[in-house]
T-cell receptor, first 116, second 113 residues
Framework: ETGVTQSPTHLIKTRGQQVTLRCSSQSGHNTVSWYQQALGQGPQFIFQYYREEENGRGNFPPRFSGLQFPNYSSELNVNALELDDSALYLC???????????????FGPGTRLLVL | GQQLNQSPQSMFIQEGEDVSMNCTSSSIFNTWLWYKQDPGEGPVLLIALYKAGELTSNGRLTAQFGITRKDSFLNISASIPSDVGIYFCAGQLNGGSQGNLIFGKGTKLSVKP
């Protein structure tokens, strides 16, 4: 086990609703990255949080937003849900050093979101 | 979104056989990683490679970081049933917004006892 936990494990929402997913990083890690994994695909980078600020973003619209808390845990919020948002959402924690170098990412088990 | 070219897409082999899969990219990376994902779980890190030309082993697994920094391969020797799963390669630049991972589409491995 990586020590990265996510909640909830499964979630069903309807189109137009909003959802919040949560992630607790591994002890000693200060960086959280979020990925979306559609069925049969590799994970796609959504964004990364470091020092409570967004530290890089993939090709996702603004209705995908996030937060990082002082204890390094993180939330992913998705507004105005669309059918295509159905996927496994993964968070990964890592340690970013003073040089800014991003270390190896360790993944949680994911939250499976189904949008109807 | 951007993805790496990973092949083969799937493999069906006999227990005891060796397996080889590879990953190529049009971009260079500073780090190559190999993950395994079981159904309903997140990817688990198998091997991390940090230097061009590096060859690293983890038990029956061996991976190499290509000299051009645009490719990597993973070998599994003497496969066993618990090797079943989906294997993903991932490339990473270092630092800041370049710290995100770019994944391949995965190689699905099936092992017949």
């Amino acid at each position: 086990e990586t020590g990265v936990t996510q909640s909830p494990t499964h979630l069903i929402k309807t189109r137009g609703q909003q959802v919040t997913l949560r992630c607790s990083s591994q002890s000693g890690h200060n960086t959280v990255s979020w990925y979306q994994q559609a069925l049969g695909q590799g994970p796609q980078f959504i964004f990364q949080y470091y020092r409570e600020e967004e530290n890089g973003r993939g090709n996702f619209p603004p209705r995908f937003s996030g937060l990082q808390f002082p204890n390094y845990s993180s939330e992913l919020n998705v507004n105005a849900l669309e059918l295509d948002d159905s996927a496994l959402y993964l968070c990964a924690s890592s340690q970013t050093g003073s040089s800014g170098r991003a270390e190896t990412q360790y993944f949680g088990p994911g939250t499976r979101l189904l949008v109807l | 979104g951007q993805q790496l070219n990973q092949s083969p897409q799937s493999m069906f082999i006999q227990e005891g056989e060796d397996v080889s899969m590879n990953c190529t990219s049009s971009s260079i990376f500073n780090t190559w990683l190999w993950y395994k994902q079981d159904p309903g779980e997140g990817p688990v890190l198998l091997i991390a490679l940090y230097k061009a030309g590096e060859l690293t082993s983890n038990g029956r697994l061996t991976a190499q970081f290509g000299i051009t920094r645009k490719d990597s391969f993973l070998n599994i020797s003497a496969s066993i049933p618990s090797d079943v799963g989906i294997y993903f390669c991932a490339g990473q630049l270092n630092g800041g917004s370049q710290g995100n991972l770019i994944f391949g589409k995965g190689t699905k491995l099936s092992v017949k006892p």
